[in-house]
Nanobody, 123 residues
Framework: VQLQASGGGLVQAGGSLRLSCAAS????????VGWFRQAPGKEREFVTA????????DYADSVKGRFTISRDNAKNTVYMQMNSPKPEDTAVYYC?????????????????WGQGTQVTVSS
């Protein structure tokens, strides 16, 4: 499985941005997908994740109510809508997939990683 993250860029605080994670390979609906981020000098941290069916989602407290994760299994794509971003959301964002349908907050639980996309939020 290969994952390709896209959609990053420069956005003003309070604006919006949508990241996409396109997956290759079959059986996309059988694995969960998560978004993680890493800011300079910080460890990679969990942002959000969605189950294989899309029925279950999980969010870090820092983004709950502002970010929304969704997926279109027909298009093998997961999206993360970022509303009202803050300067502290500035980071490289990675999407990751795991070989089971259940979400997990630990980066070590994910088998495949995309290349990352930079998001910069200006104040």
């Amino acid at each position: 499985v290969q994952l390709q993250a896209s959609g990053g860029g420069l956005v003003q605080a309070g604006g919006s941005l949508r990241l996409s994670c396109a997956a290759s390979g079959r059986s996309f609906s059988r694995f969960a997908v998560g978004w993680f981020r890493q800011a300079p000098g910080k460890e990679r941290e969990f942002v959000t994740a969605i189950s294989g069916s899309g029925q279950l989602t999980d969010y870090a407290d820092s983004v709950k109510g502002r970010f929304t994760i969704s997926r279109d299994n027909a298009k093998n794509t997961v999206y993360m809508q970022m509303n009202s971003p803050k300067p502290e959301d500035t980071a490289v964002y990675y999407c990751a997939g795991r070989s089971v349908a259940i979400t997990n907050r630990s980066p070590g639980a994910y088998n495949w990683w995309g290349q990352g996309t930079q998001v910069t939020v200006s104040s």
